[in-house]
């Protein structure tokens, strides 16, 4: 096999995989998978930053009236944007000229290798992003993902818009210390709901509250016996799951410890561009070393349009 040859093998077999890859690391954690589920992973091309319209008020001209009367045209307010910064990460994919050289001629070997490798990045890219997902943004100089840390409070500035001057972008937070109760996830779930709908759809935890939910389970709550949709889902893709007024809760060994998130996936998004979205660039050898090296990019952030439509519980404990 010629030398040139090599390199194509190699871009051609990567690139072909990127479906896969993207289907593995949005099919590996319960969060990710469910917003697949949803439509909720969304691709955009381009931009300075990610922009989310919101509204957060009423019409009040929305009124009865009765024949000729004056009809009011009040201008109104309530609508509103955030935006959220592009988040970028890469893993690199290596291949050595003594690798290639070993396997020369040998074009199963040569696939056998770089599959191998793209295991190892794949895993590894997914490892960051999953920790980026629990994150406040705030991680490796703020280059990490604007995470479920930064997204579910009830306080600080968010999206560009400060919480503490605009109530309404404010999630539920009950962060009082002690051991998690049914009582709280009541309040938490009913809070974050609107007009009992709009609801939390994914509850996120840790193991050890997982478990605690499933020590406090009575005759009211569902233990898979006849899982919903959203539940049957992640079960089949592999995923622990329970449910809690009949909607999914799974545990991540990477949620922040003592937390507990109610999630409504129908106001979160992963915005991903276009051109990043797990993208495989082709191996190329640089000039200083004896060896091929490709990188997969992603490029992207979790967004959110109606904060209150979130809560957490945090410091709870078994």
Not at 40 to 61: Q, S, W
Not at 70 to 88: C, H, M, R, Y
């Amino acid at each position: 096999m010629a030398d040139v040859n090599v390199g194509l093998l190699l871009s051609t077999t990567l690139k072909k995989y990127n479906k896969t890859l993207t289907d593995n690391i949005h099919n590996s954690h319960a969060v990710y998978a469910a917003l697949k589920e949803r439509g909720a992973i969304k691709e955009e091309d381009g931009g300075e930053r990610i922009v989310e319209p919101l509204m957060y008020g009423k019409n009040e001209t929305a009124k009865s009236y009765s024949g000729y009367e004056v009809l009011d045209t009040t201008p109104q307010e309530g609508i509103d944007s955030a935006e959220f910064n592009w988040k970028q990460y890469s893993v690199s994919i290596a291949i050595s000229g003594e690798e290639e050289r070993k396997n020369s001629g040998r074009r199963e070997k040569i696939i056998d290798i770089l599959e191998a490798k793209t295991k190892q990045a794949e895993m590894s890219l997914r490892e960051k992003l999953v920790e980026g997902l629990f994150s406040d943004g705030t991680g490796n100089a703020s280059k990490d993902l604007t995470g479920l840390k930064a997204m579910v409070l009830d306080s600080g500035t968010y999206g560009g818009i400060d919480s503490g001057t605009y109530t309404w972008w404010r999630a539920y937070v009950e962060s009082t210390a002690g051991a998690l109760t049914l009582a709280q996830m009541r309040t938490a779930f009913n809070t974050a709901s609107k007009g009992g709908k709009d609801h939390p759809n994914l509850i996120v935890t840790t193991q050890t509250l997982y478990e605690k939910y499933e020590s406090l389970a009575t005759s009211t709550i569902t233990l898979n016996a006849t899982p919903t949709a959203g539940t049957r889902k992640l079960l089949d893709l592999g995923f622990q799951v329970q449910e809690y007024k009949g909607q999914p809760m799974a545990w991540d060994e990477n949620c922040n410890s003592t937390y507990m998130y109610f999630l409504n996936l129908n106001h979160m998004k992963l915005v991903v561009h276009k051109d990043a979205n797990f993208k495989a660039s082709d191996f190329v050898k640089p000039e200083n070393q004896d060896a091929r090296v490709a990188q997969i990019l992603f490029m992207g952030n979790l967004t959110c349009n109606r904060r209150k439509a979130f809560a957490l519980l945090s410091n709870k404990t078994a």
